[in-house]
């Protein structure tokens, strides 16, 4: 690997295995190696134009919500602790289940998310000659923070 530069093959994505408030982050699962990819994150914010006049050269703007649809694609597989294992149960998620994901791995210094999410759905596809995979579609139901590996 070259100085400075960081691939996808190191990301790191953990996840609870049950959608409860009550589970915290330290209880999360690792799934990153079953995860070909992830897109979403950081996602965006809503943004209120409050512009009350004065012209384009005073806007104001309010922001607002965090508005972030995760999407995994996961290899599948039927293992303990692998991605579809752990999502199986997602119909019956009583709250949101907290991750974080660290696109270039947890080395120190490189960047990190962690929030909490409700799962939207587990889609599992089936393409002749291919290896099965699925898709997982989560929406951010917290404060998404952005932070570095420590």
Not at 30 to 57: F, Q, Y
């Amino acid at each position: 690997m070259t100085a400075g530069k960081s691939f996808g093959h190191d990301l790191a994505f953990h996840i609870t295995s049950v959608g409860n408030s009550t589970i915290a982050l330290t209880d999360a699962v690792d799934i990153s190696k079953w995860v070909m990819s992830v897109d979403g994150l950081p996602g965006e914010r809503d943004m209120a134009d409050v512009t009350c006049g004065g012209g384009a050269e005073t806007h104001q703007w309010l922001a607002g919500l965090m508005n972030a649809e995760v999407t995994l694609e996961c290899l599948f597989d039927q293992t303990t602790g692998s991605a579809y294992d752990t999502f199986s149960g997602w119909m019956s998620d009583t709250s949101h289940r907290h991750f974080y994901y660290a696109p270039a791995g947890v080395t120190a210094g490189y960047p990190k998310f962690y929030g909490a999410a409700m799962v939207k759905s587990v889609t599992l596809g089936a393409k002749p000659l291919e290896p099965l995979a699925m898709q997982v579609s989560m929406v951010i139901d917290s404060t998404l923070a952005v932070g570095v590996c420590t």
